[in-house]
Structures are given as structure tokens and as C-alpha cells.
């Protein structure tokens, strides 16, 4: 069975999402300190992560649940974005949660 195609194209920017938010709060924000490691945005990094990797799971085995994750993985992913935005210096991280929250955003419609 072949998923549909925009639910495969939510489930590549969930995953994109979730291993971009892993590794950089792992690669980037640890090494670089300072507002990178407040527990507030690490912890927003790591709930980023997590809601993306469980939206992907839920589209991919076909769970009629998966709108409400990808509802709150659109909410979670733009204020990740915002968070990472305001600390600066991970650009990548930020057009990554925005693609997907809008992804997210469009599969919880």
C-alpha cells in the first residue's frame, strides 16, 4: 500500500524536522552554551523532536489519530521556530520547523 502523497510529504518534514531539532540541540546548542542551553528552549528542542518523529509514526501506520498529533506538531514546530529564531545562528532549524508546522498545519485540516 502506498501512502498518499501528502501524507508521504508530511512524513519527510516531520522526519526532516525531528533529525534537524535532534542534532542540532545535540551538535550546536551543547557546544555553543549560553542561551542555546537555557532548559526552557532545550527542552522545546527536544518536545520538537519527539511530536515529529511520533506525527511520522502515526501517518505512517495509518492511525486515524494522526490529525490530533499533527496539530500539535504544527503548534509545537512554530514555537520552536520562533525560539530558535530568537537565540539566533540555527537558520536551518528554524525553515525546518516552519516547513513543517505548515505540513503539519495542512494534514490536521
Known amino acids: ?19 534537524r531539532c535532534l542534532s542540532t540541540a545535540m551538535l550546536h546548542c551543547l557546544e555553543a ?6 532548559p526552557a528552549h532545550f527542552r522545546l528542542m527536544m518536545s520538537c ?24 506538531c504544527a503548534e509545537i514546530c512554530l514555537e520552536c521556530a520562533d525560539d530558535c529564531e530568537r537565540i539566533g545562528d540555527m537558520a ?10 505548515e505540513s503539519c498545519r495542512q494534514m490536521a485540516a
Open 1 to 19: 500500500m502506498q501512502l498518499d502523497s501528502n501524507v508521504q510529504q508530511c512524513v519527510e518534514a516531520c522526519l526532516r524536522c525531528y533529525s
Open 92 to 101: 536551518d532549524c528554524v525553515d525546518s520547523c516552519r516547513q513543517c508546522a
Open 33 to 38: 552554551g549560553g542561551k542555546h542551553t537555557e
Open 49 to 72: 523532536a519527539e511530536i515529529c518523529q511520533a506525527a511520522a509514526y502515526f501517518m505512517l501506520i495509518g492511525s486515524s489519530h494522526h490529525p490530533h498529533l499533527c496539530r500539535e
